[in-house]
């Protein structure tokens, strides 16, 4: 059954050394999760047993052994094919937030219809049809959801819009729009992900964008590696807003004003193992004259994940690792802990509450902070 | 009545103290409501999570109409007030996502009056009709008559009727007993009554029936 995973995935090539394991944050805590283990039954014909498990579903994706793999084995993509295996079959992993967001994956999926867009800010400049298209992905629908919580995802997106206008352009803002699919991509959901990318790709078309920005960098990573794959080739082309920024930032078009401030900064899973961008968004926290950046022991390629990916899962474990993150962000002595993906300012926002952390760090996301900056700084 | 444009497919939870009593009342009054009304009994307004209500939506449903106690008059104190907070944030959503929040519509009402009850469902059908979209499209039929068979159907007609009201209300029937059914299985079992195998088979046997409902 797993033969065309274990072939695509090199999971033939496991030498069985462990070290997978040894880096996974979720075996750490959780000794009846093994990523070694799970290749070797899958070699040993021993599937079907192991789509029944809960293991199936507690990888975070988050690619740290894949990283560290001798033989490059593509775990991510084997829990990938064991989630669409478990589906088929009929086990279904615990959807976290009562399955709201799944559920307005799947809507957008199925039916028409177009998006509101009028969480844009009035004094924000975006088109409808343009050169630049800046891809918003679910923040306007998770200003929603987690509104409770304190996370403003509306106004991460409009902070991003701020900056792109600071930077002389005026992105477009589609109300064709759709979810990415990363979540349903990574949980086993083929047929609606497929259905979501092909909305996507036709809508980017029609709008006459040569270059889509990202400031989710689940949606880039999707973008530029996972929809080639089902798609063929890309015709525009794709950056997160931090690769956007910095080009900006060293052609003199754009600077910050003062800001004091210590900061610490959390590379996320997709843009920093999956897609290598670790130092734009530190050049551009550089960039903020007062901002110091202190980093933490785990960084780039080694940093620890969030805790928790494809909203599907949340346990004692996920928040552990959160726990453990946020205290690693503390002991730096940053005031403020900076993310570039929304879902890490979720994930980690959310720890932080349940821990009630008095004076604890703050969790800002990178465009609110380079945005606040703005305000002293000099527009072109 | 059903509504004069189309027969928009309502999806109604309704909570299974004051309201479901209202429909029951509506059932033995013998009074008629839109032929693609499917009404699926909860325990409690309290338990519809935005997660349902967004799914119906994903089925191709007109609109989705949860009837709650009145204020004060919940059985578990305050069910039909987390409800409120549920329908105000999955309207929210809805309309970021460009479906019209009127299509999701909360009513609190202890009455168990089935005229009531009834009333609500049309006025709710008519306002759904009305809206652009996917209530405008629909083919019409006839209104079915809570209870009772169609007195000059013949009986081939009465077969293909009959049975997928029967699977429908086998469905609504297990979720009422208590058997933890997942609220995705109630949705598709209350949205697709027709397909309910037996009926399927009854319609394969009759072409006469399959042409007639097709109609």
């Known amino acids: ?380 | 009545m059903a509504a004069a444009r189309g027969n928009p497919r309502i999806l109604a939870f309704v909570c299974s103290w004051h309201p479901m009593a209202a429909a029951d009342n509506a059932g033995a009054d013998g009074r008629s409501y839109g032929t693609a009304t499917a009404i699926v009994p909860v325990d409690c307004a309290g338990v519809v999570s935005a997660a349902a209500i967004l799914r119906a939506f994903s089925s191709d449903v007109d609109g989705v109409l949860i009837a709650a106690c009145g204020s004060g008059d919940c059985h578990y104190s305050n069910g039909n007030e987390s409800c409120e907070r549920v329908v105000q944030e999955t309207r929210d959503l809805m309309g970021l996502a460009g479906l019209a929040p009127q299509r999701l519509r909360l009513d609190l009402s202890s009455d168990v009056d089935g005229g009531r009850f009834v009333a609500l469902l049309d006025e709710f059908a008519v306002e759904l009709a009305g809206l652009n979209g996917r209530a405008g499209r629909e083919r019409p039929a006839p209104s079915r008559s809570a209870g009772k068979k169609p007195a000059k159907a013949s009986k081939a007609k009465a077969t293909a009727r009959k049975k997928p009201a029967k699977a429908k209300r086998a469905a609504t029937k297990k979720t009422a007993t208590g058997k933890r059914t997942s609220r995705k299985k109630s949705v598709a079992a209350g949205k697709k009554p027709a397909k309910a195998s037996k009926a399927k088979a009854a319609a394969r046997k009759k072409p006469a029936a399959r042409a007639k409902r097709k109609r």
């Open chain 1, 1 to 380: 059954m797993f033969e065309k995973a274990i072939r695509e995935t090199k999971a033939y090539y496991c030498l069985e050394c462990g070290i997978c394991t040894g880096s996974c944050p979720v075996s750490r805590l959780n000794p009846q999760y093994s990523p070694r283990i799970m290749v070797e039954r899958a070699l040993l014909d021993d599937d079907e047993t192991m789509l029944s498990e809960r293991e199936v579903w507690d990888c975070l994706t988050c690619g740290t052994c894949s990283a560290r793999c001798p033989s490059t084995v593509d775990f991510n993509e084997f829990t990938r094919a064991m989630r669409i295996g478990a589906r088929e079959s009929g086990f279904e992993g615990v959807d976290t937030h009562a399955g709201i967001l799944r559920a307005l994956m799947e809507l957008e999926a199925r039916r028409r219809g177009r998006r509101d867009i009028s969480w844009v800010a009035d004094d924000l400049r975006v088109s409808s049809r343009g050169k630049v298209l800046f891809f918003t992905g679910c923040l306007p629908y998770y200003g929603v959801v987690f509104s409770e919580l304190g996370v403003d995802t509306v106004g991460m997106a409009n902070s991003t819009i701020r900056l792109m206008n600071a930077c002389g352009v005026r992105p477009v803002v589609s109300r064709d729009e759709r979810c990415c699919g990363h979540d349903l991509y990574w949980t086993g959901d083929r047929d609606s992900f497929k259905k979501l990318a092909r909305k996507n790709l036709k809508m980017i078309e029609e709008s006459g964008a040569r270059t889509v920005v990202f400031a989710c960098p689940e949606c880039y990573a999707m973008f530029s590696q996972i929809y080639p794959k089902f798609v063929g080739k890309i015709g525009f082309d794709m950056m997160h807003i931090s690769e956007f920024l910095v080009s900006h930032v060293e052609s003199g078009r754009l600077s910050f004003g003062e800001k004091e401030s210590r900061v610490t900064y959390q590379d996320p899973c997709r843009l920093g193992r999956f897609l290598g961008v670790y130092e734009e968004p530190r050049a551009l926290l550089g960039s903020v004259p007062g901002l110091e950046l202190a980093e933490m022991p785990r960084v780039r390629s080694e940093a620890l994940c969030c805790g928790s990916s494809a909203w599907v899962g949340c346990t004692r474990i996920n928040k552990s690792i959160q726990l453990e993150r946020l205290s690693e962000a503390a002991d730096t002595g940053a005031t403020t802990l900076v993310t570039s993906c929304p879902k890490c300012n979720i994930h980690l926002s959310c720890a932080a509450k349940d821990k009630d952390t008095d004076g604890g760090i703050e969790i800002s996301f990178l465009t609110d902070v380079l945005s606040d900056a703005l305000a002293g700084g000099t527009e072109s």
